[in-house]
């Protein structure tokens, strides 16, 4: 694609070497397309592989194959172009602790050549951007975790990155904290930077990007809006919610689909499955729930959220299986 | 990129500088431990076996090597706390020469072991230690314990980016006192089993300190010794300085 901003093809990262032994691929053949100017998410579990595809897209470790793109250079073997024009929120901060907080942006904005003057204007800048102009002095170890992660933010847009990487942004920030980070990845790409971040958290990646890519074990397992990604996996489904729980087992009979796809929430007093024919299935439940005398307090066809596309897509049997 | 070496080493080196200005009181510790030990070794413990002359005088040099050893955990520390901290990962994403980070960290330590070296001389010259060479073998003096510091520096950075572990950090922290007592920076060599002389004898360090007494005029030093002093250094460096590039470029393995 000529305006991909990001361009991954056929990635492959075994850590300790690609012929270590035993060792399970981190990266195991990914593709992924970021066209410019669009967020990207690349969403999916602990161990999933997204922090080593961040850390080779910033030139911070070697594929050991594949041809990969940032902002139309390789990088690999155009490191130096690739960092001038990128931006990386690492997995955890990447500050000086003991300086304070303008101390690490003027640091930093010198090692982009920004000069003395410029240097100091911009921290100043970020600094009130990221409402941090009154602890700027603190030494950064003092800063709370949400103060961190927004002077990390900062930290990454010295330049005006044309490619910022966000690796789990919002892990581990209360919800006023992950609201504005939020907010700044919005205002960001209003400005034009293509944006890739990676995230375990279905809500944060349809609220923030355009596409999405679910990766699993080292790959892409599935690809596309939000929108997408629902259809393609299971439609809709139908919620049902019965004034007495203890109607629940009666009324999974009476579903038109196997037992087996029907999820029971007993707390909520909830019954869920996927519908094929949606209006068909709708009328036929209201009908069986009426003549069986079971009485609903709520019957609701909608789209599957992104945990159930989740769980389907990487197949709930296997995790447990692994995890065992 | 090249361009930038000169002004990209000045800036990691001036952010050493402040991160000094956000601890003063570990840079004062850092100044005034060896001082302490020259105090103790000098007054309490009341060393000083098989040596010929006044204690202080092969004391003093002594410590100044020790010093310089010493430093080595002061580097493995601060490289340590870089590669734990991540913040090596963000400079390593950024358009700077690449030698950078490591230059900053050699001329930090290295300003800061020469201010070592003035406090411990100072305190020393008001004990009553006096040179007895001229300001030339002083001069080499202080050159060689550079030299040797700086040989030190680069075996931390190896170690630090080898382990890139804090615990790792603690083993040679406690590693370094017996290699520090295994030389002949307290007791002259003579004056111990021979077996433990001979290991003694071999310590870059106590090469060091001998060449330095030698240049000083003190007891302990042996004419003709600063060749071993400058060789054992260099020797180390050729080893550890490449190691510690290739494990700095290995860092995107
Ligand atoms: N430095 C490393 N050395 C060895 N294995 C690693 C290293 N970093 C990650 N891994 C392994 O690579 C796989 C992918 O890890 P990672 O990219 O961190 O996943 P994620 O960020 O999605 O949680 C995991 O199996 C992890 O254990
Ligand atoms: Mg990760």
Request: net charge neutral; proline share 5%; hydrophobic share 50%.
């Amino acid at each position: 694609m000529a305006d991909a901003a990001i361009t991954v093809e056929e990635a492959r990262k075994t850590y300790g070497g690609s012929g270590a032994k035993n060792g399970r691929p981190a990266l195991d053949g990914l593709d992924l397309t970021v066209a410019r100017g669009t967020v990207h998410a690349v969403l999916g579990p602990n161990g999933a592989g997204k922090t080593t595809l961040v850390r080779i897209l910033a030139t911070l470790l070697r594929p050991d194959a594949g041809r990969i793109e940032v902002a139309g250079h390789d990088v690999v073997r155009e490191a130096y172009a690739v960092r001038l024009r990128i931006g990386l929120l690492g997995q955890h901060a990447a500050l000086d602790e003991e300086l304070g907080g303008r101390q690490n942006l003027e640091l930093f904005g010198r090692l982009h050549h920004l000069g003395a003057r410029r240097a100091r204007a911009r921290a100043d800048e970020l600094l009130e951007r990221f409402e941090l102009s009154a602890t700027g002095r603190k030494p950064v170890k003092q800063y709370s975790g949400g103060m961190r992660r927004r002077l990390d933010l900062a930290a990454s847009l010295i330049t005006e990155p044309e490619v910022l990487f966000l690796d789990e942004p919002t892990t581990g920030l209360d919800p006023r904290g992950r609201a504005e980070v939020w907010g700044s990845v919005r205002s960001l790409v209003g400005g034009g930077t293509t944006v890739l971040l990676t995230t375990q958290y279905l809500e944060e990646a349809d609220q923030l990007a355009d596409r999405i890519s679910v990766v699993d074990a080292g790959r892409v397992i599935a690809d596309g809006t939000a929108d997408e990604l629902k259809a393609a996996t299971g439609g809709d489904r139908i919620d049902v919610v019965l004034r007495d729980a203890g109607h629940l087992g009666a009324a999974v009979a009476l579903l038109p689909v196997p037992q087996d796809v029907v999820t029971v929430d007993t707390d909520r007093r909830l019954l869920s499955a996927p519908v094929t024919d949606r209006m068909a299935t709708l009328a036929g439940v209201v009908r069986a729930l009426e003549d069986a005398g079971i009485e609903a307090e709520d019957i609701a066809l909608r789209r599957p959220t992104l945990d159930e596309v989740f769980l389907h897509l990487t197949g709930p049997d296997d995790r447990v299986k692994e995890a065992a | 990129m090249t361009t930038y070496a000169l002004t990209d080493s000045w800036t990691m080196t001036r952010r050493e500088l402040a991160r000094w200005g956000r601890q003063p009181v570990t840079v004062v510790v850092n100044l005034v431990f060896p001082v302490m030990l020259l105090l103790m070794f000098g007054y309490l413990v009341g060393g000083g076996r098989g040596v010929s002359g006044e204690y202080l005088d092969f004391l003093v040099p002594g410590m100044l090597a020790l010093t310089m050893a010493f430093g080595l955990e002061g580097t493995m520390v601060a490289v340590t706390q870089d590669l734990t901290k991540g913040v090596i990962d963000r400079f390593r994403s950024m358009p700077m020469a690449n030698g950078a980070v490591l230059v900053g960290r050699s001329a930090a330590d290295m300003l800061q072991s020469a201010l070592g070296l003035a406090v411990l001389l100072a305190v020393a010259a008001a004990l009553g230690w006096r040179v007895n060479g001229g300001p030339a073998g002083f001069l080499g003096a202080v050159g060689l314990l550079l030299l040797f510091r700086f040989a030190m520096l680069w075996i931390g950075i190896h170690l630090a980016l080898v382990a890139g572990k804090p615990e790792l950090v603690q083993a040679v922290q406690i590693l370094v006192w017996p290699v520090g007592f295994l030389s002949n920076a307290f007791a002259a060599p003579g004056s111990m089993p021979d077996w433990l002389g001979t290991v003694v004898q071999w310590n870059p360090l106590s090469q060091t300190a001998t060449a330095v007494r030698d240049l000083f005029g003190s007891p302990g030093g042996e004419p003709g010794h600063v060749w071993a002093a400058v060789v054992w250094p260099l020797a180390l460096l050729a080893v550890f300085f490449p190691l510690a590039v290739r494990r700095f470029a290995r860092l995107s393995r």
